[in-house]
């Protein structure tokens, strides 16, 4: 499955079966986490086979239902560490996509004291990233008009709607969708509106308009 394909099949899966994450699955998400990791200067750590930081109150209400991985997505604490969780989680989000596993952003629902992680003091976990066999694949979650987010104009290229169609399938907190993007040339600008978790969002955002888009089309200006 390529990242396209990623794209549009994945959607938020919040009860999972008890089926165990293979070996070779395991070892290809704790590589990308770690290449991952050099670059961006995150600490990202996946932790398999824990039911702790699910098994709480608010994962009930939350409705996670067997959620026994999670990616912790932490960093030191900085001015860009919201937007830059939200790129590169997306980026492990769509690669668990592709090995045939299902996925949920969380920022709320879960127990932070109970994450087995091992983090500094300077740095914070941002929210954590569910991960297992799904016991469904999700649903297509509603979309806002497409007009609020961006004004297309007739001679839009290709690769700009494409970028848009990826942008709109990316998951936002209470799917909120709170960006719109703007083009001058091949100059791309995403911005997030006000509100809880949208510099995250911001992050989770371009890392899909960039797949859609092809990176080699067009530049982020900030
Ligand atoms: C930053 C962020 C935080 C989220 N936090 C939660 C959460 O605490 N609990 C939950 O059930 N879903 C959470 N979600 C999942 C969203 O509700 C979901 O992505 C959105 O409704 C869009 O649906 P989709 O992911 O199926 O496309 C979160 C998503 C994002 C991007």
Not at 52 to 62: D, Q, S, T, W
Not at 92 to 103: D, M, S
Not at 180 to 193: L, P, Q, S
Request: aromatic share 10%; hydrophobic share 35%.
């Amino acid at each position: 499955m390529n990242l396209i394909k990623a794209i549009e099949e994945r959607h938020s899966v919040r009860s999972y079966t008890d089926r165990k994450i293979d070996k070779k699955t395991r070892e290809k998400l704790l590589s990308e986490c770690e290449k991952i990791n050099r670059e961006s200067g995150l600490n990202i750590q996946i932790v398999f086979d824990d039911k702790e930081a699910f098994g709480g109150l608010m994962a009930h209400y939350g409705s996670f239902k067997n959620v026994q991985n999670y990616i912790a997505l932490i960093g030191e604490k900085s001015s860009d560490l919201q937007e830059k969780v939200g790129y590169f989680g997306e980026k492990l989000v769509l690669l668990a996509q592709t090995l045939g596993l299902n996925t949920c952003w969380v920022a709320l629902t879960y127990n932070k004291k109970k994450c087995k992680i091992n983090m500094n003091e300077n740095e914070k976990l941002v929210c954590v990233i569910s991960l297992g066999y799904g016991e469904t694949m999700g649903i297509q979650h509603k979309n806002k008009d497409i007009n609020k987010i961006c004004t297309f104009s007739k001679d839009d290229p290709e690769w700009f709607k494409q970028g848009v169609m990826s942008a709109m399938l990316a998951p936002t907190a209470m799917n909120q969708q709170k960006f719109k993007i703007e083009r001058n040339d091949n100059i791309v600008k995403i911005i997030a509106g006000a509100g809880f978790y949208t510099k995250l969002d911001l992050g989770i955002v371009k890392c899909h308009f960039e797949i859609g888009a092809g990176k080699e089309n067009f530049e982020f200006k900030n």
